[in-house]
Every structure is written in C-alpha cells, then in structure tokens.
C-alpha cells in the first residue's frame, strides 16, 4: 500500500541536503575518537578500528536490507486497519535500494543520510563495550542493530509510521517529532550501549571486592576535546539534513539549526564543567566532552522547532543530567560504560525528546496540543520495546557467540590480543592486576 504523496524538494532544498549529509560522517569520526581517548593505551588501535568496521557493517547492512524495513513517508508500507484507523507498521521497500533512483528526490537524500546515520548510531555502543568488547562480536550485534533494531524504530517515526501518524490518528500534537534524530539515531543506540554493558559486565578492576568503583582515566584527552569539535561540525549537518528531510523545514530554517544546535552544545559543556569544578574543585574533561556532545544530542529532536533562548535552556539541563548520569550508573548501577555513551546518548536523547512537548513552537497550521504527549508515546515505545528487543538480541548472540574477550586478552589488552601490535609501540602499556569482585 501506498499510503500518500512522496514530499519533494525545491533545487535549494536538494544542494543543502547534500552539503549537510556530506558533513555527518565528521560527526562518526569524532565519536570514534572519543571512544578510542576515553579508553585505555593498550586498546586504543582496536577502538579505531572497531569503529571503521561498525560503521562498513552498518552501511552494507542498511543498503542490504535496513531501508527496506525503513522506507520514506509515502513510498510503499504494510498497513494494519484497526479500530477503523490505518496504522503504517513495515515499509515495503525493494532489498539492496533496487528501483530506488538516486537523481537527488527526497526518498534519495534520505537513504543516502540513513546509510551514514545508522553508521553513528552503530558507533554508540563501542563506547560501553570498550576495553572488553570482541571485533567479531561487535561486527554480529552491529548486523542487528542496522538490520532490525534501528530501521524498525526509524520506519515508525521517520517513514511515516505509526508514530508519526499519532497527529492524524488521535490529534496528538503533529505526531511523534524527532527532527535531526534524538531517539531515533542516539536513544536506539545508547539503549543498545545500556544493554551490551549490561552483558559483558564491568572492566577488570572496575569495582573492588566491595563493590566500590575505580577510576580507570582515559589515555587521552586532546583526542578526547579535539573529537567535541569535529562532532559539533557533523551534527550540524545531521541535524539540518534531518530537519529538512524528515520534518518538512523549509531550507531557510537551517540557520536556526545550526544556531540552537551550537548553543546547546555550548551550554551543555558549561554546565558540566561547572558542576565538575563546584563538586570537585576542578573541572573535568571527559565529563565536559560528555557534556557537549549530550548537548548536542538533545538538540536534534527540537532543533528546527525552538527558539535560540530555549536551546540554551535544552543543553543547559542536558548538561547537568549527563552529569550526574555517569555517576549514577556507575555508583548505583554498577553499570561500568567507559565512554558514557549510555548517559550522553540514551539520557540525553530521551531529555531531547521531551524538551520538543515543552519547547516547541510550530506555525498556527501546525499546531501543538499535546505534543508532549506523543513525545511520551515514543519514549514510552524505546523504553518499552526498543530496549528489551535489543537486549534481547544481544543475549542470544552472547548464548551462541561469546562477546566479551578472555580474561587474558582483556589483561594485555585488545591491541595485542586481538590485533597482534599495540597503537603505541615505543611506549610500554602497564598492566595492572586489580581485584575484582
């Protein structure tokens, strides 16, 4: 079934999206760098080349089959009729993007935004999974993630699914809103993050015999701040590409995209390093970068549909709950997430969401009743839903194919163990032996 009209693009339209899906995979190349400076020296070469191999696994995998179960708004969809309501479940789109035309139409840009999307949303997990987390392994549950998990949620909000027909179906607000990917690119993936940390468990050496955490500090922070800057540039694209694409923002409104995703990220690193140096003493780096890129991260849903004074506000708050995040499932949890892409991603991401039903401000054509309500509904589905199906598939390929490394590779690191060279050879690794619970 073919349920509409597929949106099109002016010539303006068309070159902007191009430029800004040309800028997204800086945004991958700096989360990439962050996992790799937050991470341990003796497993730094294999962070890097875990990444390239997530992101040609998530791009292979998407072309194969994701967009087929992603699709467009408009383009052929499985249609479900209950309650005398059409609900949009499954595209029902052709494998390997054949009959597709890449002539620069909507549902071209699109496909070709979601190849390198779903690459960043593959990124996400590396970071929880770091120092413990097998290539092989990693390759499988990124297969599943770009396969199943990410083009599912994203056909829903983004492919005219039934999130997104909440407005027409119940009248809430414009339907689920998620304009440069909050839930649908970060949420999946940090949620993905929560439940690989979940089952490889912590670090060696991450908690002691009672239970308290150790601090294990990254190896590098210049790799670490320089990575800030060059995800700040990605998500400007991410998020301008996005709004124009899948909320139907005409392309003048890319300055305001631009603007309330810089202010948001900007607020966000202040506010970290703020309450690091009031709780503290000093400010802290990492949670600072952690800051930023949270900010960044909520930004995306409401970035082309709030004003300037609010995106300060957004990362504002976003920066105090990535935080106080990290501490949170470190200390009560016993979550050990090195790269805190579980706090950064997935609470942030969810804060993002929300901020649209509080924020948002849409043209009287539009309108906005409650919005925040089908913002809950999509929070409630990833809390509900995305969350246990990946856990779930992760479980099982843990029950078939074991995805932490053996205590001995984890010990000489993963350079070595599963690389054979460490990223520093003149340099000698330490390796400690810390008593673990």
Request: hydrophobic share 60%; proline share 4%.
């Given at each position: 079934m073919t349920p509409g009209p597929v949106p099109s693009l002016s010539e303006t339209a068309v070159s902007l999206c191009i430029f800004f899906i040309l800028l997204v995979p800086l945004a991958a190349a700096g989360l990439s760098l962050m996992d790799a400076g937050l991470g341990r020296s003796h497993s730094a070469a294999h962070a890097m080349l875990a990444a390239l191999c997530a992101i040609a696994v998530a791009v292979l995998i998407y072309f194969s089959c994701g967009f087929a179960w992603q699709g467009y708004t408009g383009r052929p969809a499985h249609v479900l009729e209950l309650a005398g309501k059409s609900w949009n479940w499954l595209a029902a789109e052709r494998l390997f993007l054949r009959g597709l035309k890449l002539d620069g139409s909507a549902v071209s840009l699109a496909a070709g935004l979601q190849m390198v999307s779903v690459a960043v949303a593959a990124l996400i997990p590396l970071g929880s999974g770091a120092g413990r987390w097998r290539l092989g392994a990693i390759g499988i549950s990124t297969a599943l993630l770009a396969g199943l998990t990410y083009p599912l949620f994203a056909h829903w909000a983004w492919g005219g699914g039934w999130l997104a027909q909440l407005g027409i179906n119940y009248r809430l607000g414009n339907g689920f809103l998620d304009a440069g990917g909050s839930g649908t690119i970060h949420v999946v993936g940090g949620l993905t993050a929560l439940a690989i940390a979940w089952i490889?468990?912590?670090?060696?050496?991450?908690?002691?015999?009672?239970?308290?955490?150790?601090?294990?500090?990254?190896?590098?922070?210049?790799?670490?701040?320089?990575?800030?800057?060059?995800?700040?540039?990605?998500?400007?694209?991410?998020?301008?590409?996005?709004?124009?694409?899948?909320?139907?923002?005409?392309?003048?409104?890319?300055?305001?995209?631009?603007?309330?995703?810089?202010?948001?990220?900007?607020?966000?690193?202040?506010?970290?390093?703020?309450?690091?140096?009031?709780?503290?003493?000093?400010?802290?780096?990492?949670?600072?970068?952690?800051?930023?890129?949270?900010?960044?991260?909520?930004?995306?849903?409401?970035?082309?549909?709030?004003?300037?004074?609010?995106?300060?506000?957004?990362?504002?708050?976003?920066?105090?709950?990535?935080?106080?995040?990290?501490?949170?499932?470190?200390?009560?949890?016993s979550v050990d997430d090195p790269g805190g892409a579980i706090s950064v991603h997935a609470v942030g991401g969810l804060w993002g969401l929300l901020a649209v039903g509080l924020f948002a401000r849409f043209p009287a054509a539009m309108g906005d009743s409650r919005q925040w309500l089908a913002q809950l509904v999509g929070i409630a589905t990833l809390l509900g839903f995305v969350l246990p199906l990946t856990y779930g598939l992760n479980w099982l390929l843990n029950r078939v194919y074991r995805q932490r490394v053996s205590v001995d590779g984890e010990r000489q690191g993963l350079d070595l163990h599963e690389l054979g060279a460490g990223a520093y050879p003149d340099f000698v690794s330490n390796i400690e032996d810390f008593p673990q619970r």
């Open positions: 490889l468990g912590p670090r060696r050496g991450k908690y002691s015999l009672e239970g308290l955490p150790a601090a294990i500090p990254g190896h590098n922070a210049v790799l670490v701040l320089f990575a800030c800057l060059l995800a700040w540039v990605g998500w400007i694209g991410l998020n301008a590409a996005g709004a124009i694409l899948f909320a139907s923002v005409e392309p003048k409104q890319s300055i305001l995209v631009f603007v309330n995703t810089t202010l948001a990220g900007v607020s966000a690193a202040l506010a970290a390093a703020a309450i690091t140096r009031l709780r503290f003493g000093k400010a802290d780096a990492s949670l600072s970068a952690n800051g930023w890129i949270g900010g960044l991260v909520a930004s995306s849903a409401s970035c082309a549909f709030v004003i300037p004074a609010s995106a300060v506000l957004i990362g504002l708050a976003a920066g105090v709950l990535v935080t106080f995040a990290v501490e949170f499932f470190e200390f009560w949890l």
